[in-house]
């Protein structure tokens, strides 16, 4: 495969995704952009059922088709458009070059294989090594995302060890074969929260010593804060606001991104109602017309329930949002 | 484990002796004249009841009658029956062999056709061969035996002439193949749609997208992935009918005319033939037990998150 060393790492744009069911068609993803450069940290933000998940398994292309079907749009990874390419090299590039973690990792690991099996098995299949040496390799890895004694762990099963190490046991098969984009599908959400920012330490520590692009796929605004260096804000299947971390939490774009940032507890404001943002996302079979956010949104005018959202606007570089009333959510 | 074990076979022996009492028991309600029944179509005089009763002592109470059966139990004797005058133990000791090549030659038929007929309707689920295998394994759950053996043995017994009618003692594996067909019917349905289920909610489990996203192949995916974790229920459900065969074969044994467990009991059941029947139940009952504690063993083989303590 010739992949251009100078093409940006990863770069999706204007995908799109539906569901085709017997219910119905239901628009997953419609048009979706990003870009991810070595060593940043993406994270791609959004409510359950915004379409982030399937981005992101799209990406890999492992979504179930059917009923899945991108219909539209391109992944490129190194300037490779990897929806064009045969299905036997788009799996060479699963784990070798892009690989992906999910959100829990007990369902998410076999429960008949030891962990030593589970990652020995990429060395196995993709580098051809024999069973000791792929079982020494795996003994490395858990060794690299801490786990004690990985030795003599290195044959336990999935549901011998805690949450917190089996998710380093997913870390360290995703690392396996020195990807250079790491997706995290909501990787801590499963966790308690002390768990939580040492698994975020870990990625974020692998990440630099690899200089790994991260997706990281989350709902968690908290944990987007510390960690992201750019943002992708989904709403309905869409990306409604794409900025560096600090400018959005300083000054949103998108009533949707305002609303979320509002809605997180304060100490500051204790005692203090909280603004939650009202309603339920749209089901995906049954999006409203014009703006998919007009019914939740406080700035929601006529235009906003007639007509589709805007083009993206470039806002300054790097930074984007798609809304009809952006120069009055920044309060310019 | 080792705990597990001693317990399961003590357990056993509790089992063992219930069974054989419930049996025995049942005998002896359904008994009219076991005089009668032992001399068969001639009259019995007085000095030749006497002469049984102290040989059998049928005329004593039940519960004596049951702890002169225990008793010899015990000591290794399972009594000799009425009609065949025989000692069970010769008896059992002929009929075993052949039921349990026919059970297990059997069990192999269905299991093979089951599992690859299963996984190949489980991977596509809702595709023309799942709906083709759903109409035959609900036409074959539908026959019963009674209507399938006698069928089968007209048209490829008697019609066709490819197999054998009837059975013999010492039968090879090629005269076997039509009555261990007939009887592989009992147990292929349930054994295909377990396996299908199983694989296609298997299909289904995170883990499965776990191995596709590690760039695995297909073949990889479901040889080892879906099919390792499948194919648990599916062997011990084979396990269990292991046992279930053999001691269902009564029909078919019947109406091939092969001398086995089966056909014995069914000869003793209609001749009151209260030794012949509890001795052979019993037996029975012990296959079923230890098949029962080896299928049990070996799910935990199968799966590590089950341990016995």
Known sequence: MNFDPNAPLLQVNDMHVEFRTRDGVARAVTGVNLILRPGETLAVLGESGCGKSVTAQAIMGILDTPPAHVTKGEVLYRGVDLLKLPEDERRQVRANRIAMIFQDALSALNPVYSVGYQIGELFRTHRGLSRQEAKRRAVDLLDQVRIPDAKNRVDDYPHQFSGGMRQRVMIAMALALDPDVLIADEPTTALDVTVQAQIMGLLAEVQRERNMGLVLITHDMGVVADVADTIAVMYAGKVVEYAPVYDIYAHPAHPYTKALLESIPRLDFKGRGLNVIRGLPPALTDVPRGCPFHPRCAYARDVCRQDPPPPAYQIAPRRIASCHFIREVLGV | ?309
């Open chain 2, 1 to 309: 484990m080792f705990r597990y074990i001693v317990r399961r076979l003590l357990q056993m022996v509790l089992t063992f002796f219930g069974a054989t009492f419930l049996v025995y028991a049942l005998m002896f309600a359904n008994q009219d004249d076991p005089y009668q029944a032992l001399v068969g179509e001639r009259p019995l005089s007085e000095s030749q009841r006497i002469a049984l009763n102290a040989q059998y002592h049928l005329d004593d109470p039940f519960l004596v009658q049951y702890w002169h059966y225990v008793r010899g139990l015990l000591t290794g004797d399972l009594g000799t029956s009425l009609t065949q005058r025989r000692p069970i133990s010769e008896m059992l000791a002929e009929a075993w062999p052949i039921t349990i090549k026919l059970a297990l030659l059997a069990v192999l038929i269905a299991a093979v056709i089951a599992v690859s007929a299963g996984v190949l309707s489980g991977i596509r689920r809702g595709g023309v061969f799942d709906n083709v295998t759903l109409v035959i394994t609900l036409i074959v759950l539908a026959m019963p035996v009674v209507v399938l053996a006698p069928v089968a043995q007209v048209v490829f017994g008697v019609q066709l002439g490819w197999f054998p009618v009837t059975v013999t003692r010492d039968a090879g594996l090629w005269d076997l193949l039509l009555p261990a067909l007939v009887l592989g019917t009992l147990v292929i349905a349930t054994e295909l749609r377990v396996t299908r289920s199983s694989v296609a909610e298997n299909m289904r489990a995170d883990y499965v997208r776990t191995a596709r996203a590690k760039g695995l192949t297909n073949k990889r995916v479901i040889g080892a992935h879906v099919l390792r974790n499948s194919l648990i229920p599916v062997i011990t459900l084979i396990g269990v009918d292991i046992g279930a065969l053999m001691s269902g074969a009564i029909i078919t044994e019947g109406v091939f005319n092969i001398p086995g467990v089966g056909f014995n009991l069914f000869r003793g059941i209609r001749a009151e033939d209260g030794p012949l029947v509890v001795g052979f139940v019993s037996v029975l009952v012990i296959v079923f037990l230890v098949i029962n504690l080896i299928v049990d063993l070996l799910y935990a083989a199968l799966d590590p998150r089950i341990r016995y303590e």
